[in-house]
């Protein structure tokens, strides 16, 4: 296990308040990360998005409970990329070591693992990057996203080739798709919501792949492209996935039309793929380049000039919205004026907040209904926005000039 920004629980300094973990001037928060596994790079995003606003917090003085000002601090478990270990780790935070406000780990896999744990011990999560459709269909109250769910991801995509069927040369209802996507519940999202989509326009889904486990190889699914010829293929694999596709399409000699996946900043497919990754379509909760601010960060590109400046490289929206969590808890404990888990839970509920990721405001089920999607298109190795239009920086480069 890893700790970072924990604090040292000797008993002298420790006193329980409505049953939440606090030092004397000090408010924890909790939180499994993946560390190590398979989605240890995205988890260190997340941590780094959680770390980079108590930072920020603490430098401005803290937060504001009752009558008395605290400092911010999170304790970090490693839940090893499993799910199972999500779980146990959420309960031991809870129960041995008293953290009652918990920020979520990575993923939808282990945010539908740990939501359970925080449903029955009534305590809140605020969570940044489980955005599966499927956590806010159970009826739970103790869960809040601040990050737009799944299905909404790469709609975007679906209806720029709609826009631009006659760039391909077809009518909307003749474009056909391939998808392969992760087995898990993010990416089983992700399909369900493109399909969805596809409907609208009655096009041909023609490839329906999943990666392999280890997320390392999809030369099958590219064998069936070179075959059948798809205007679309849209890719969901997280950062690893992300990754594989790009090598892979460059290496096999692959051309698609359009070409669409997740997680592309937090893959790096610029810095580790270079022209490769060229006029790739990204999916992606937030941009620099976007019109939001506040008052703890400043603009989105001001907050993304800090990242850069404290970690050497500019930050994936998975950062920026796990950031935005703790501004989330952080506003909620104010407006509650108690760290006790039911008073913040309302509080959550009642969030209605501008933040420099976007604007926060939940519905009963948890979602942040306040915060549209973006697409990122790689133009000239820069990601830039190309949807939805009254956002946009430019226009949509499609079809994809074919690669040498």
Known sequence: MRFTHSLAF???????????????????????????????????????????????????????????????EIKYY???????????????????????????????????????????LKVPMVEANGAS?????????????????????LASAITLA??????????PEDIKVAVVVENDPFSADIRAGVLEDMDKYGMKLVIDDQFPRDLNDMSATLTKVKALKPDVLIVSGHSKGAATAIRQISEQKVYVPILAMTHCDAADIIGNFGASSEYTLCAT????SLAYKDDLFGSASDYAKLFEDTYGYAPPYQAAESSAAVQVFADALERAGSADPQPVR??????????????????ETG??????????????GEFKIVAPSDVAETKAVIPRPAMN
């Open 133 to 153: 459709r499927s956590l806010f269909t159970n009826g739970w109250k103790y869960i809040f996203a601040t990050l737009s769910t799944s299905e909404q991801y």
């Open 367 to 380: 979602k942040n209904i306040a915060k549209p999607m973006a697409l990122y298109q790689v133009l000239d």
């Open 162 to 171: 709609a826009e631009n069927a006659e760039a391909l040369g077809k009518k």
């Open 10 to 72: 000797a008993a002298a300094g420790i006193i329980a308040v409505s049953g939440t973990a606090l030092a004397e001037d000090t408010i924890t928060l909790g939180s499994a990360v993946s560390l190590t596994g398979k989605y240890s790079t995205n988890g260190e995003h997340t941590q780094r998005g959680y770390d980079l606003a108590v930072d920020k917090i603490n430098e401005a003085g803290g937060i504001k409970v009752g009558d008395k000002t605290y400092k911010l």
């Open 285 to 288: 909760q937030w941009a620099p």
């Open 346 to 363: 309302d509080a959550l509920a009642a969030t209605d907040m501008e933040t420099f990721y976007g604007k926060i405001k939940f519905d």
């Open 78 to 120: 490693d839940d090893e990329s499993t799910p199972a270990r999500g779980a146990e780790l959420a309960e031991r935070l809870v129960k041995q070591d008293g953290i009652e406000l918990i920020l979520g780990p990575y993923g939808s896999g282990l945010t539908k693992a740990v939501a359970p744990v925080t449903e029955e």
